[in-house]
């Protein structure tokens, strides 16, 4: 990145004034109780325009002011960052294809089915979709209480429509991508995320299950729960907490310099390929291309069914989008229910970070769904 880099900086100066709007936006949701912080970025023409935090990681009046680079558990973020990013790289280098059978990655998802049971036609491009045919979200936790429990009653899910025939957000189906990936690699899959995806790009904050010496400096997303205690430093998400921390869907922690990093990488193989540069590095370049703009092009391309939104594993501007009114229709984002979000235009040539812990102290506050798009907007109106 130029201009204002990462790390040392935040924003650029002046940048209070010209985003004014923005923390009006944010300071009120603030004083509504959409959430008690966030931290926040903007990178605009290969620059970061803003990077900034408000509030503090609870309501109290003594807890710890979020910071610019403080970390979120991004939620459901986690998949674009680590499990399509993954599939991204995978699908570049020959070692994956998206029209292979689910089955032939795991068998234990066929094992024993019947010979017409439309699970043995789930490819893995239905599952970056959200096209399988399987639920939207199941409470595994409840009755599974070791990884190997989960997997196996995620692998004997019926489907509820034929494969392709309908779009329905998937965890189920992003914890068996996962599972997926690590057939493909043969290792875990944070591992290989953390040294394929973010190692390259230098993403020295991100990662699956924090440190337990770190937590305290991750604002806290729940107080009770299922779990009946303060979760801080720990997967918010029940599945994904009895996956060990690690799971294809949800589990993973970041900032907003290291998001707008990888945002920054998407969009400069996006560039490329416009510029008919594709596949070139720049000599002497601290900015190291990881992806290919060919295969963002690809997974930035809406899928089936018609109606759906979704393209692979990201999604794009539909009617009433988080993304405001702004974003160009070639755009690509993704929400975590944390209270995270990240949101590309490569068109534009700009990415928009918010990282939130709207659950806190409970999952009942909706109030974020007001509060992202009129954020995206006077974003985008100042820039």
Known sequence: MKGGDFPGSFSPPGSRERFGA???????????????????GVL????VALHDALGRFTYDED????????????????KVMATTAAAMLLVERRQLDLDSLLGEWLPGFVAGRDPNDPAR??????????????????EFFRTASTPGALLRACLDLALQTEPGARAEYSDPGFILLGKALESCTGEPLDAWVRREVFAP???????????????SLIPPTEEGGWRNRRIQGE?????????????GHAGLFSNVPDVLRFAGAVLRARSEKKTGHDGEEEAGSARPRLFDGQTVAA????????????????DTPSEKSSSGRFFSPDS?????????????????????????????????????????PAFHDAIREAL
């Open 22 to 40: 923005v923390y009006r936006v944010l300071r009120d949701a603030m004083a509504a109780r959409a959430f008690p912080g966030c931290a926040f």
């Open 44 to 47: 605009a023409g290969d620059k």
């Open 63 to 78: 807890a710890p002011v979020v910071t610019p680079p403080t970390i979120f558990d991004v939620a459901s973020v986690t």
């Open 121 to 138: 036609r789930v490819l893995l491009r239905h599952l970056l979709a959200h096209s399988s045919g399987l639920p939207g979200y199941v």
């Open 201 to 215: 790009l230098g993403l020295a904050a991100t990662g699956f299950c924090p440190p337990l010496g770190s937590r």
């Open 235 to 247: 997967v918010q998400d029940e599945n994904a907490w009895i996956l060990k921390g690690v799971a």
């Open 299 to 314: 997974f930035a391309q809406r899928q089936g069914p018609a109606g759906s939104s979704r393209a692979l594993g990201w």
């Open 332 to 372: 690509i984002g993704h929400l975590g229910y944390s209270g995270c979000s990240l949101w590309i235009d490569l068109d534009a040539g700009v990415a928009v970070v918010l990282l939130t812990n709207r659950t806190w102290p409970d999952r009942a506050n909706q109030l974020i769904r007001e509060v992202r």
